[in-house]
């Protein structure tokens, strides 16, 4: 059983950058493919990035290419999503998810933990 928890969530202005983390217990960290997805109110959750176990390979959303960044730190089982170049429209509550052998990166249902979300809120 993995268990996540992200931090690093706030309030930015347009333009600025956060980087969130993830923090990862329970099971063997560099095994698992990790992704990032976030939920807007009224709104669906998304893929927002993904990594695999290695980080060796990357997948993003069309809408946050070139502005985030997925990696991961094995050593300190951490995951990080850097966000650059905020829109409002990138507020939403971000979470991380795991698993060991996704069907496809690029979806919610492939993923087998999730940790509770982080809020990020950008003001225009």
């Known amino acids: 059983q993995v268990q996540l928890v992200e931090s690093g969530g706030g309030l930015v202005q347009a333009g600025g950058s956060l980087r969130l983390s993830c923090a990862a217990s329970?099971?063997?960290?560099?095994?698992?493919?990790m992704g990032w997805f976030r939920q807007a109110p009224g709104r669906e959750r998304e893929f927002v990035g993904a990594?695999?176990?290695?980080?060796?390979?990357?997948y993003y959303a069309e809408s946050v290419k070139g502005r985030f960044t997925i990696s991961r730190d094995n050593p300190k089982n951490t995951v990080y999503l850097q966000m650059n170049s905020l829109k409002p429209e990138d507020t939403a509550v971000y979470y991380c998810a795991a698993v060991l052998r996704p069907t496809t990166y690029y979806s919610g249902s492939s993923y087998d933990y999730w940790g509770q979300g982080t809020q990020v809120t950008v003001s225009s």
């Open positions: 990594l695999t176990w290695s980080g060796a390979r990357t």
């Open positions: 329970g099971g063997t960290f560099s095994r698992y493919a």
